[in-house]
Every structure is written in C-alpha cells, then in structure tokens.
C-alpha cells in the first residue's frame, strides 16, 4: 500500500527491515502496509498484546530475505510494471505488434469510410471495438 502510493516498486530490504523492526517492536505489521496487504497489517496492529504478530514477523523477515529479487517482485510488484523483468520484456513485443495491427484496422475503416463503403455510425461502432480490445 505504501509502496503503490508512492507509486515507486515495493523494495525486499525495506520489506525485510520492517518485518524484522516488526519482531522486536511492541507494535508490528507496517511490513504488511509496505507489501500491499493493508488487512493484514490492520490485524497484526489490532494483536498488539499477543505474541502472534512479533513471531510472523520475523518467520516473514526471514521469508522475504530467503526469495530472490524476481520471487519478490512477482509476488509483491505485481501491479507495477518491473523493468528488467523477463515477463514484462517477452509481453512488449507482443502488446506491440497488437496495437499496431488495431491501428492499421482504424486506418482501414477511416479509408472506407472517406470512400463512402462505411457510414460515420458503423465506423465508429467497428472503430469502438477495435479500441475495446487494446491490452
């Protein structure tokens, strides 16, 4: 949550940081609000008096410092895009030859359209679903 309204990727040490904060700290679970998981986060805060959220704070420092960059950003980066990520530059290619196939359909119909062979209603419903299927 944090992480996505700062609108930067979330990081794993400053994760691990403040699982580990949350283990010794009476108050725990501002690691969960930095991952993304603010009902958690709201739970372990709300456990406050207990042991419970010092202990999986720490078995989660040690989880997120046991997963290696991509395990981390896969799982906790999801809705942000992760340069250097073999997800994210396999799909480029692919998003760019579909954008550029729908622009060349709108074109298509733009031209049938000037030449009389589409009314500006059916052009603009047919150029409507095209955009509908953009990535």
């Given at each position: 949550?944090?992480?996505?309204l700062?609108?930067?990727?979330?990081?794993?040490?400053?994760?691990?940081?403040?699982?580990?904060?949350?283990?010794?700290?009476?108050?725990?679970?501002?690691?969960?609000?930095?991952?993304?998981?603010?009902?958690?986060?709201?739970?372990?805060?709300?456990?406050?008096?207990?042991?419970?959220?010092?202990?999986?704070?720490?078995?989660?420092?040690?989880?997120?410092?046991?997963?290696?960059?991509?395990?981390?950003?896969?799982?906790?980066?999801?809705?942000?895009?992760?340069?250097?990520?073999?997800?994210?530059?396999?799909?480029v290619?692919?998003m760019?030859?579909?954008?550029?196939?729908?622009?060349?359909?709108?074109?298509?119909?733009?031209?049938?359209r000037?030449?009389?062979?589409?009314?500006?209603?059916?052009?603009?419903?047919?150029?409507?679903?095209?955009?509908?299927?953009?990535?």
């Amino acid at each position: 949550m944090l992480g996505n309204l700062l609108g930067k990727t979330r990081n794993q040490k400053v994760a691990v940081i403040l699982a580990l904060a949350g283990a010794v700290l009476p108050f725990s679970g501002w690691h969960k609000f930095y991952v993304g998981q603010p009902l958690w986060g709201v739970t372990y805060l709300l456990l406050f008096f207990t042991p419970i959220p010092q202990i999986a704070s720490g078995i989660e420092a040690l989880w997120y410092f046991a997963q290696d960059a991509q395990d981390f950003n896969d799982r906790f980066n999801e809705d942000m895009t992760v340069l250097g990520s073999d997800r994210v530059s396999a799909s480029v290619p692919i998003m760019t030859h579909q954008v550029g196939a729908i622009a060349e359909a709108v074109r298509e119909l733009d031209r049938l359209r000037q030449e009389g062979l589409l009314s500006e209603y059916e052009f603009e419903e047919k150029r409507r679903k095209l955009l509908d299927n953009l990535p």
